[in-house]
């Protein structure tokens, strides 16, 4: 009798693997990395194909594999209680302590063991299998789930268009939102970055390729008092030393006293020849024409723009037509790599320091909207100021001394050093 219990629950287990495979196919469809099944497809994987056909067919996979589910579901149950708590019950019976309630104990006993083994071997352990393995299960389980989706396809049909009806009478027969955003993508590289896959240079440049877009002409520009820019009336060996005083290899031109008169921009290269006396051109004949850009201009245009004229440097234009500052190609670069650091910088000094105690050491010609987004603080769009100094006069509505402090947002600015009137150095610092 006992051999019969046992050739009886051998095929439970039986039915329970089967629904095992549906459980486990079901997750690993939904699991399965699109790209990577594409790629296989790609390469003349069949299966791979077949696993893209029936994840592009969510309702009828769905719908097929709940059908298997159900019916081996219910074959299970009604095969256990009638083939096997009958025998058991039998069994129990032949001992006069539990004879009589010898119906019962096995009920019980095969209901508890049937749904154990459905919840570990017919749900938990396939669906574990089905995360850690989604992308091989769902490609070799593929044309079975096919093959049965086209076996049961007017159940399938029926269950699909109930369904239907009652998502819409309910209002929600919306498709979903498969696009994949920015922040999946920033997501999935710091899961990348903590399993190791992708390396911490990596993540940041990817980071910085988003920030990238956003970024504007006015966020990335030298203010324009501290651009260093030459009258057309200077003499060649005074554009020279001023160029190796600090350490620039082209500088704006500007006609009479102002940088808004403009004419172009002065290559050093241009000059060597003619301080070497093989070449008596004057300063206006060796000034490139100039290179205009909006400051609301994003600064993903101005690769392209700095590709078309070749030109290295551009005149940032505010709306009133006046110059806002100057923008270089090394500047677009370096917000997507990084510091872009030659023999001149080596001993620069970073316009943004954070110290141990937590607190950012900045110089006031820094952009108002860089330390805005490097410490996530919300950007005013109507701000009239370009620089941090540019805030704190906002705030002040005065001439700052040493010592003051404005608030921006969480933080507290403090001014620590003036340049004259001009504000050298502020410390930024979380208020207590």
Request: no cysteine; net charge negative.
């Amino acid at each position: 009798m006992l051999s019969d219990i046992a050739s009886e629950l051998g095929i439970v287990l039986v039915l329970l693997v089967a629904n095992g495979v549906f459980a486990a196919s079901e997750l690993a469809m939904v699991s399965a990395r699109r790209s990577r099944l594409e790629q296989q497809a790609a390469d003349g994987d069949l299966r791979a194909k077949k696993a893209l056909q029936l994840a592009d067919q969510p309702d009828r996979l769905l719908a097929t594999v709940q059908v298997g589910i159900t019916l081996i579901g219910t074959f299970a149950a009604a095969f256990g209680g009638a083939n096997i708590s009958k025998p058991f019950a039998e069994y129990l019976k032949t001992v006069p302590a539990l004879a009589p309630y010898a119906d019962s104990i096995a009920f019980t006993v095969v209901v508890l063991l049937i749904t154990y083994l459905s919840l570990i071997i017919g749900e938990l352990v396939p669906k574990r299998l089905a995360l850690l393995h989604a992308d091989a299960i769902a490609r070799n389980l593929a044309p079975l789930l096919a093959w049965l989706s086209w076996l049961t396809r007017p159940i399938v049909w029926v269950l699909t268009t109930s369904s239907t009806v009652i998502l819409t009478l309910i209002g929600q027969n919306k498709k979903p939102d498969s696009s994949v955003t920015e922040d999946d993508i920033l997501y999935m590289t710091r899961e990348g970055r903590a399993g190791g896959t992708v390396a911490l240079h990596e993540e940041a440049l990817i980071s910085r390729v988003f920030d990238f877009s956003d970024r504007t002409a006015r966020m990335l520009m030298t203010p324009r008092p501290d651009v260093v820019a030459v009258s057309a009336n200077t003499p060649l060996d005074e554009i020279t030393r001023i160029a190796v005083e600090h350490g620039y290899s082209r500088m704006p031109v500007y006609e009479g006293d102002s940088l808004d008169r403009a004419i172009g921009t002065i290559y050093i290269k241009d000059v060597l020849p003619s301080m070497l006396g093989n070449d008596q051109r004057q300063l206006r004949e060796l000034v490139r024409p100039p290179t205009y850009v909006l400051e609301h201009e994003p600064v993903s245009k101005m690769l392209t723009l700095f590709r078309r004229t070749g030109s290295h440097m551009a005149l940032v234009v505010d709306e009133y037509g006046q110059i806002a500052g100057i923008l270089t190609l090394e500047d677009v670069l370096e917000e997507l790599v990084g510091d872009i650091r030659d023999e001149y910088d080596s001993n620069e000094e970073q316009t943004m320091v954070k110290r141990d105690d937590g607190s950012w050491l900045i110089d006031g010609s820094e952009s108002y909207e860089v330390i805005a987004t490097r410490l996530s603080i919300p950007i005013n769009d109507d701000n009239d100021f370009v620089t941090i100094a540019g805030y704190v006069l906002n705030e002040l509505h005065r001439l700052p001394n040493v010592g003051d402090h404005v608030t921006w947002d969480e933080y507290d600015v403090e001014v620590i050093d003036m340049d004259g009137r001009r504000i050298d150095k502020v410390l930024i610092k979380k208020r207590a």
